[in-house]
């Protein structure tokens, strides 16, 4: 156990659904982080919220839609998604947004596919 | 050229050997090191970091720093079969920003 919750563990969803991801962090952390891990590629980095602002979005479609209405608190917001991004979507949070030494404490991820 | 690269394996080591696991980044100006481990279908979990050229040891892990280089290494000594996962390296890179890059991770698998 990590200090970082997130649900659902599972979701399998079509592409015309929308759904949401949670993750709560217990952690007293300030920057909280959505990463997407698919086979074979690195963890990319999705969204950065310090202290419930977002201080990055490295370029990500806009059928994912962050939320961060406190500093303990993420939502991702899906919706129209495609077949390619079935992905494990991991919640990480540190203490504060990528300081040189921060280090990143991962939630149990969501195993999302989309048909 | 890829930020950050490990050789995805699988590495296969025997039961009691040393494990070594490489990782080369791009960066000269990368200031902070760390190393993951992430057991199938589970999340990443710190388990070394490093900020300084040399040594840094805790318990059977090792990680090694060579900045001139631009390569950092983990060791395990003494591996066990509950050492099997996948090994994420990461580096603190500078771009404007700071930046934590990933690289694919290595797949250990240690044989009884």
């Known amino acids: 156990e990590t200090g970082v919750t997130q649900t659902p563990r599972h979701l399998v969803m079509g592409m015309t659904n929308k759904k949401s991801l949670k993750c709560e962090q217990h952690?007293?952390?300030?920057?909280m982080y959505w990463y997407k891990q698919s086979a074979k590629k690195p963890l990319e980095l999705m969204f950065v919220y310090s202290l419930e602002e977002r201080v990055e979005n490295n370029s990500v479609p806009s059928r994912f839609s962050p939320e961060c209405p406190n500093s303990s608190h993420l939502f991702l917001h899906l919706h129209t998604l495609q077949p390619e991004d079935s992905a494990l979507y991991l919640c990480a949070s540190s203490r504060e947004s990528f300081g040189t030494n921060e280090k990143l404490f991962f939630g149990s991820g969501t195993q999302l596919s989309v048909l | 050229q890829k930020e950050v690269e490990q050789n995805s394996g699988p590495l296969s080591v025997p039961e009691g050997a040393i494990a070594s696991l490489n990782c080369t980044y791009s960066?000269?100006?990368?200031?902070?090191f760390f190393w993951y481990r992430q057991y199938s279908g589970k999340s990443p979990e710190l388990i070394m970091f490093?900020?300084?050229?040399g040594d840094k040891e805790d318990g059977r892990f090792t990680a090694q720093l060579n900045k001139a280089s631009q390569y950092v290494s983990l060791l395990i000594r003494d591996s066990q079969p509950s050492d099997s996962a996948t090994y994420l390296c990461a580096v603190n890179s500078n771009f404007g920003n700071e930046k934590l890059t990933f690289g694919t991770g290595t797949r250990l698998t240690i044989i009884p």
């Open positions: 952690l007293g952390h300030n920057a």
């Open positions: 490093i900020y300084s050229n």
């Open positions: 960066d000269r100006g990368s200031q902070s």
